[in-house]
């Protein structure tokens, strides 16, 4: 018989009395559902979960992932296409992946299309040129965005979104509010993409995009943590920026809360005493929120049966099965082994890459402050928007530069520099027409990779360790890299072209630049990684190593629930043994934090008794 969750945005039937009640966010389901968080809190899992619960429930549910490093066809065990697709095994379940390579595509051919038969080569040309940046990419991705909250599709009850990690979603949640500001009476229709771009017809359906976002009673965000002290501070900051950009209906979900079951434990007892300690210590807004709570599980949310039991009230009672004996694991090589390597070459750019909420920040401290301990002088930064850098770090040290790419002050910077450099030949109505089209939200794409250009240049004589966004925000940035290593290569086709170092081929000289990829021992963040680095592999960019962070099993435990975990552990660092990393280095799970100079030196150093206890 088919239910209806109740509350939730479609008419159907009712729950029969005897069935448990259903999380918050699904007993009055909205009809647009985001899922946001830092990564690795969750998102996929929660936002799958809850799509195939309001499905199993009688409702026509459409889950879109706005990730580009997207992991829900592992998930459902599909191929994701830029359309609505059945998921089998789910009646009522599509999902929807917005590609952007896929996306800009459709846009470019949509804008050739409005320029009409006597349009010539050259100038269709130039158009395809302009349109064929990182710029576009984002504003194809967006367009797409934008239609699902501006049309009411009759096929759907609800449009489940999960989304990138915190930093890109918030500047995809906020791109309506600014293309409806930029395109606020100028009708022109011109922006970084070109007086053909056409998003002055878009107008409506930006400001459309813009109401239903705001509307409580057509959207709702869910804010996915764990019981983890920064993960809620990232949570309590988002639900800040989310209500200046007027999306209010706000509600809180607590994911992977573990009770330890052995006392004797200390590895459980330790992971139990710091996410008790971090739900106490809540930040006081996210405290005045709805909440849900889900248990930690025993098995990995991949496959229908997994994502059905992950919000069932009743798998809290199912008994654990008695742990596998495991043998010890062969960790050969240790953080402080990698910081010896990388201190060898003397200077370069170390770019420490991966899914979100893998622990990329503090590699990336750790590793920075291994190689100012070796006598080094280190440059660290990040070009990930949330930015967790100084929190992680806590101090200063002689010997270590600490800043990050920020995309305001990088954008400002950029104005400035094009106003001054072009201002001279231009007159006053000139002059306020080129401010204009640098209102436009692709300028802070174009300023961003400037910024970054500059750091990857500064390795020449020195070492500079790079903090990256998480996957999908961090690729459209090499999209970015890729665009203008091929412009540079066009102008100067023919000319004395040995002379030009793109930043391209700085990544992908592998004796200036040693990326990292960091994941977790765990199915998603192992084939994520394993994806990145086709990627990688594609534009000729070879990582240099691999870490895995926060080893259970390198920890040592004997807790029951935590052991049958220690299995699917086990599973993937076969996988990495099997041919995936040419060098891995395993990060055990630390009973202490690592927060603070004091922590993160611990890493890189010899290891000491008791690190792992």
């Known amino acids: 018989m088919e239910i209806k969750v109740p509350g939730s945005h479609a008419e159907g039937r009712g729950r029969p009395a005897s069935a448990p009640p259903p999380m918050g966010f699904l007993g009055h389901a909205t009809r647009y559902l985001f899922f946001t968080g830092k990564g690795g809190v969750g998102k996929t899992s929660l936002s799958t979960a809850a799509a195939l619960t309001l499905a199993d429930a009688g409702q026509r549910v459409l889950l879109v992932s706005t990730d580009a490093a997207s992991n829900l066809d592992e998930m459902l065990g599909i191929a994701l296409r830029n359309i609505p697709t059945a998921v089998p095994g789910a009646p009522r379940l599509s999902v929807l992946n917005i590609d952007p390579d896929t996306a800009a595509e459709s846009y470019r051919q949509r804008v050739l299309a409005q320029m009409g038969a006597d349009a010539s080569p050259a100038e269709r040309s130039t158009v395809r040129e302009q349109l064929s940046g990182a710029c576009t990419t984002e504003i194809a991705s967006f367009d797409e965005f934008a239609t699902l909250l501006s049309e009411d599709d009759a096929r759907f009850d609800h449009i489940v979104f999960d989304t990138a990690p915190t930093g890109h979603t918030l500047r995809l949640l906020s791109l309506p509010k600014a293309w409806s500001g930029f395109l606020e009476g100028n009708d022109r229709g011109a922006s970084c993409l070109g007086p053909h771009s056409g998003l002055k017809m878009q107008e409506e359906r930006f400001k459309a995009a813009l109401a239903a976002l705001s509307d409580p009673a057509r959207t709702t965000?869910?804010?996915?943590?764990?019981?983890?002290?920064?993960?809620?501070?990232?949570?309590?900051?988002?639900?800040?920026?989310?209500?200046?950009?007027?999306?209010?209906?706000?509600?809180?979900?607590?994911?992977?809360?573990?009770?330890?079951?052995?006392?004797?434990?200390?590895?459980?007892?330790?992971?139990?005493?710091?996410?008790?300690?971090?739900?106490?210590?809540?930040?006081?807004?996210?405290?005045?929120?709805?909440?849900?709570?889900?248990?930690?599980?025993?098995?990995?949310?991949?496959?229908?049966?997994?994502?059905?039991?992950?919000?069932?009230?009743?798998?809290?009672?199912?008994?654990?099965?008695?742990?596998?004996?495991?043998?010890?694991?062969?960790?050969?090589?240790?953080?402080?082994?990698?910081?010896?390597?990388?201190?060898?070459v003397g200077h370069g750019l170390i770019m420490v890459m991966g899914k979100g909420g893998v622990g990329k920040t503090t590699i990336a401290a750790a590793l920075a402050l291994g190689l100012v301990q070796r006598g080094k002088t280190v440059h660290l930064s990040t070009t990930d928007p949330a930015a967790h850098l100084e929190s992680t770090l806590g101090g200063a040290l002689p010997g270590l530069r600490l800043d990050r790419i920020d995309p305001r002050v990088e954008t400002q910077r950029y104005v400035d520099k094009i106003m001054a450099a072009r201002s001279p030949s231009l007159?006053?109505?000139?002059?306020?027409?080129?401010?204009?089209?640098?209102?436009?939200?692709?300028?802070?794409?174009?300023?961003?990779?400037?910024?970054?250009?500059?750091?990857?240049?500064?390795?020449?004589?020195?070492?500079?360790?790079?903090?990256?966004?998480?996957?999908?925000?961090?690729?459209?940035?090499?999209?970015?890299?890729?665009?203008?290593?091929?412009?540079?290569?066009?102008?100067?086709?023919?000319?004395?072209?040995?002379?030009?170092v793109t930043p391209l081929m700085r990544l992908q000289d592998g004796n200036y630049t040693r990326i990292i990829l960091v994941t977790l021992p765990e199915v998603t963040p192992v084939s994520q990684a394993a994806a990145l680095q086709d990627d990688l592999r594609r534009a000729g960019i070879e990582p240099y190593a691999w870490v895995l962070n926060r080893s259970v099993l390198a920890a040592g435990t004997h807790d029951p629930l935590l052991a049958a975990r220690l299995v699917g552990e086990r599973k993937q660092m076969a996988r990495m043994a099997d041919g995936l990393a040419k060098r891995s280095f395993v990060v055990p799970w630390l009973t202490r934090p690592p927060i603070g100079i004091a922590e993160l030196t611990r890493m890189v150093s010899a290891p000491k008794a008791g690190d792992a206890e």
């Open 221 to 344: 965000v869910v804010l996915v943590t764990r019981p983890d002290q920064g993960a809620m501070a990232e949570a309590a900051r988002s639900s800040e920026e989310l209500n200046a950009l007027g999306l209010h209906n706000q509600r809180l979900a607590i994911n992977g809360v573990f009770h330890a079951s052995d006392r004797s434990d200390a590895v459980a007892g330790a992971i139990e005493a710091l996410g008790q300690q971090a739900l106490k210590d809540m930040p006081a807004s996210l405290q005045a929120l709805p909440q849900d709570t889900i248990p930690l599980r025993a098995f990995d949310t991949v496959g229908l049966p997994a994502l059905r039991a992950l919000l069932s009230p009743r798998q809290a009672a199912v008994a654990v099965a008695p742990p596998v004996a495991l043998a010890p694991i062969a960790a050969d090589h240790d953080l402080a082994t990698l910081a010896d390597a990388l201190a060898a």
């Open 427 to 500: 007159d006053a109505q000139e002059r306020a027409l080129l401010l204009e089209d640098l209102r436009s939200p692709c300028t802070e794409e174009v300023a961003v990779f400037h910024a970054f250009s500059r750091i990857v240049n500064e390795a020449r004589s020195a070492f500079v360790v790079l903090d990256t966004a998480p996957t999908g925000h961090s690729l459209l940035l090499m999209d970015a890299t890729g665009a203008y290593h091929r412009q540079m290569m066009r102008e100067f086709e023919g000319k004395n072209a040995g002379h030009v």
